[in-house]
């Protein structure tokens, strides 16, 4: 009987490492914003720029990518200011699959240096638009502890190419905006799937707890 559950929990744990959907790569190329910017600190790069940021267009007047300013976001890499000298924005374009559900994901943080401490990003992505909002002073960030938070949005792909857009909505004139990071889109995982995961894990755990049990 021992042997026989053994075998179910092991098949079990074979089977979820095996599960679609539970481990997708991130359909965004350069979520973590790599750039040819060679400064340690920041690079300012104006609207129209489609170069410099790999794989993202910059638009509005200007964003800054900060390299090393202040904390990397969780994950490590780059930020990106969206307030550069003037409000500005990123956008980029990944295939998908229609019909399918994902999950945009991004760290988001603010400029603590100083503006209005309420800093507003927009996302637009697949015909859904929604709005981001960090408060510095409430937050109580610093350059040494971004405070970052982790944002997420569901979305259903309407083609085989989606677009996704961070736009600041801060005065036109800010200088220091909402800040993002280790941006990532992955596929929502069926129900089915999940159902499955849910097995495989009672089962580990069932299997732990009957090997620790002390023989009679």
């Not at 550069?84 to 991004?106: C, D, K, P, R, W």
């Not at 996302?123 to 409430?138: K, N, P, R």
Request: glycine share 16%; with cysteine.
């Amino acid at each position: 009987m021992a042997r026989n559950f053994k075998t179910l929990a092991l098949g079990a744990a074979l089977a979820l490492s095996f599960i679609p959907g539970l481990a997708h790569a991130n359909l965004i190329g350069n979520g973590n914003f790599a750039s040819s910017c060679g400064s340690g600190s920041y690079c300012e790069y104006n609207g129209g720029n489609s170069t410099d940021i790999t794989g993202w267009t910059v638009g509005g007047r200007s964003v800054d990518l900060i390299t090393g300013y202040w904390q990397a976001p969780p994950g490590g890499g780059n930020s990106v200011d969206l307030d550069g000298v003037g409000t500005g924005s990123i956008e980029t374009a990944f295939g998908t699959n229609a019909g399918t559900q994902y999950t945009l994901s991004f760290e988001l943080s603010g400029n603590p240096d100083g503006g209005n401490p309420i800093k507003t990003v927009e996302v637009d992505i697949a015909g859904i638009i929604q709005t981001f909002t960090f408060d510095t002073s409430a937050m109580g960030s610093s350059k040494s502890d971004m405070k970052w938070v982790l944002e997420t949005l569901v979305f259903t792909a309407t083609g085989s190419i989606t677009s996704l857009k961070f736009l600041s909505l801060d005065d036109p004139d800010s200088d220091f905006g909402a800040v993002i990071g280790n941006v990532s889109v992955v596929p929502v995982p069926e129900p089915g799937t999940l159902a499955l995961l849910g097995v495989g894990i009672l089962a580990m755990g069932a299997y732990g707890r009957r090997k620790v049990r002390p023989a009679a």
